[in-house]
């Protein structure tokens, strides 16, 4: 894989948390910051299976991977939210089915940009991914952006990946608007693979967790299963459906209650 990156060093704020350096914290990572941890241990007072959920997200986000890469045979993903770059993410998992994959990753944290050269120089495969510093919530920029525009063809399927990262963007900001214009630009035979904390399976945990990131600064906006079957617009969703994130095909009889990771979760695919 090559990797495409703006020159500069980026401008990192590691006095606020950031959710891609927070997730790194709860994935085991090294990447994170004072303010990262802390607002990670604060939900993880909350729920203290925090980091198992995490790791969850982590897991769905490859079975879906596999699917779009293997079974839809697709070759181009565009991955928004994708976090610090580390195994089992978007590109590591594509290289392994598909080497000749193309991948483009959109955060909004320079430290994802900081990281990727060095994480990508050191992953075998002849694909490519580059990365994009972007805001999910400015669909035009990304879609219209010269580097997605070398690296996906939009007259192709694509896979586009939204894990953990809606919650982030709040009512009033009109996340189904900026979801449908990714799915409008996408062509037929495009896949979504979008998982959303819910409220649902512990509405007074999750309340909690909502306190603790307002007092951080931070936004997250838990959706009930409803708000989330929302973002698929008119696409077909796979079987099994909108799910419990452990539920969306697990490579193995599940040993504990599917809700106890408190997310949804489904893929679906555009006729």
């Given at each position: 894989m090559t990797n495409d990156h703006s020159g500069g060093a980026p401008l990192i704020d590691t006095s606020l948390p950031h959710s891609a350096r927070m997730y790194d914290y709860w994935?085991?990572?090294?990447?994170?910051?004072?303010?990262?941890?802390?607002?990670?241990?604060?939900?993880?007072q909350a729920i203290p299976g925090i980091k198992a959920m995490a790791m969850e997200n982590r897991k769905f986000l490859g079975r879906a991977?596999?699917?779009?890469?293997?079974?839809?045979?697709?070759?181009?993903?565009?991955?928004?939210?994708?976090?610090?770059?580390?195994?089992?993410?978007t590109a590591s998992v594509a290289a392994l089915v598909a080497p000749d994959s193309r991948v483009v990753c959109v955060d909004n944290d320079p430290i994802v940009q900081?990281?990727?050269?060095?994480?990508?120089?050191?992953?075998?495969?002849?694909g490519?991914?580059?990365?994009?510093?972007?805001?999910?919530?400015?669909?035009?920029?990304?879609?219209?952006?010269?580097?997605?525009?070398?690296?996906?063809?939009?007259?192709?399927?694509?896979?586009?990946?939204?894990?953990?990262?809606?919650?982030?963007?709040?009512?009033?900001?009109?996340?189904?608007?900026a979801?449908?214009?990714?799915?409008?630009?996408?062509?037929?035979?495009?896949?979504?693979a979008i998982s959303h904390p819910t409220q649902d399976f512990d509405?007074?945990?999750?309340?909690?967790?909502t306190r603790?990131?307002?007092q951080g600064r931070m936004t997250l906006v838990p959706r009930d299963r409803s708000q989330v079957l929302r973002f698929f617009a008119d696409w077909e969703i796979l079987s099994p459906g909108l799910v419990p994130v452990?539920?969306?095909?697990?490579?193995?009889?599940?040993?504990?209650?599917?809700?106890s990771a408190y997310y949804w979760a489904a893929v679906a695919r555009k006729p």
């Open positions: 994935l085991g990572g090294s990447n994170n910051f004072a303010a990262d941890r802390a607002m990670g241990q604060a939900i993880e991977v596999r699917h779009m890469a293997g079974e839809a045979g697709i070759r181009q993903f565009l991955d928004i939210g994708t976090g610090i770059p580390a195994d089992g993410d900081a990281h990727a050269r060095d994480v990508l120089n050191g992953r075998p495969g002849a490519r991914t580059v990365y994009l510093e972007a805001d999910l919530r400015e669909p035009a920029e990304i879609l219209g952006s010269p580097l997605l525009k070398d690296t996906i063809d939009l007259d192709q399927p694509v896979g586009l990946l939204l894990v953990a990262i809606l919650m982030l963007v709040k009512d009033e900001q009109d996340p189904w608007g979801v449908g214009a990714f799915l409008d630009a996408m062509p037929s035979g495009s896949h979504v509405p007074e945990a999750m309340a909690e967790v603790a990131a307002e452990m539920a969306w095909r697990p490579e193995a009889p599940l040993t504990e209650d599917e809700r």
